[in-house]
């Protein structure tokens, strides 16, 4: 697998991950009692932001690449 998707997996899946905990936490603290002071830590919050980073790298070394290719043709 190519590392610039691979960026963009994990990244996609860090988001999800967030999303699903902060929609159904508190479903999931009335099931698991114990997680509440993952959630009172702003854990779910946490690995979001953490999927936003990556996609945010995968999106600049896109751009990057994009640009010297382009400043590639441009030169032929």
């Known amino acids: 697998m190519d590392t ?6 994990i990244g996609i ?3 999800i991950v967030s ?3 902060c929609i159904f936490g508190y479903r ?3 099931l698991w009692p114990s997680s509440i002071k993952i959630f009172e830590s702003g854990i779910p ?3 979001g932001a953490l999927g936003v980073i990556f996609l945010v790298i995968f ?3 896109n751009a990057i ?3 010297l290719s ?3 043709k441009i030169d032929k």
Do not use: H, Q
């Not at 610039?4 to 997996?9: A, C, P």
């Open 65 to 67: 690449f994009l640009v």
């Open 45 to 47: 919050y946490i690995i």
């Open 28 to 30: 999931i603290r009335e």
């Open 4 to 9: 610039k998707k691979g960026f963009l997996i």
């Open 59 to 61: 999106l600049g070394v």
């Open 19 to 21: 999303a699903i905990s």
């Open 70 to 72: 382009a400043k590639k």
């Open 13 to 15: 899946i860090l988001i």
